[in-house]
């Protein structure tokens, strides 16, 4: 797979738009604590919207907080949410889109319980819009490839209409 050529395709256009999700979801903070490990302040999803079992894709929503601690130091007079926690809220949903494939569902189990992983590395990425204190975020994440080791996702931030951040990335799953 050429991962310079999916990203160069996919910053500036969307990997999806809402209407492409057949399975509608309205998963909050609480059922996603059941299928990843993250907790705050570093659960950096609000919801999971939508999810596509066949094209393996999943959308999800983050409310970027005014009062986000990081923001006194990450521009002070100019505050942008940093790249890197944008990578990070997609590959929070590119785990959540893992325990959706696995299970073959669209709906958390009782018994669900986060699976430990590593990130293992960024394959690539772009950043090409700011993304501001108080913006609503579009999180996109699409499986590339699994195996049962390593998982790699393509992950999309959008807001106000465009592709504010484009990654590649990898995890280790530990079990």
């Known amino acids: 797979m050429d991962h310079e050529q999916l990203l160069k395709k996919f ?13 509608k979801l309205n998963l909050n903070r609480d059922d996603i604590k059941k299928i990843i490990p ?3 302040p ?12 066949e094209k393996e894709m999943i959308m999800g929503k983050r409310s970027i907080p005014m009062d986000d601690p990081v923001f006194k130091g990450h521009f002070p007079g ?8 944008q990578l990070e809220m997609t590959g ?8 959706f494939l696995v299970h073959k569902t669209s709906r958390i189990m009782e018994a669900a319980a ?12 772009y950043f090409q819009e700011p993304l501001l204190p ?5 999180l996109i994440a699409q499986k590339l490839e699994y195996d049962e080791f ?8 959008i807001c106000r209409g465009k592709v504010c951040s484009l990654s590649i990335s990898e995890v280790y799953f530990v079990e």
């Open 134 to 138: 108080g913006d609503e975020a579009v």
């Open 78 to 85: 100019y505050p942008v949410y940093p790249g890197s926690l």
């Open 150 to 157: 390593f998982g790699t996702i393509i992950g999309q931030v």
């Open 114 to 125: 986060p699976s430990p992983i590593r990130a293992t590395r960024i394959i690539g990425a």
């Open 92 to 99: 929070q949903l590119g785990l959540c889109l893992h325990y």
């Open 38 to 40: 993250h907790r705050e």
């Open 42 to 53: 570093f659960l950096l999803l609000d919801s999971i919207i939508g999810l596509d079992p």
């Open 11 to 23: 910053r500036k256009k969307p990997l999806a738009g809402k209407n492409d999700f057949p399975v």
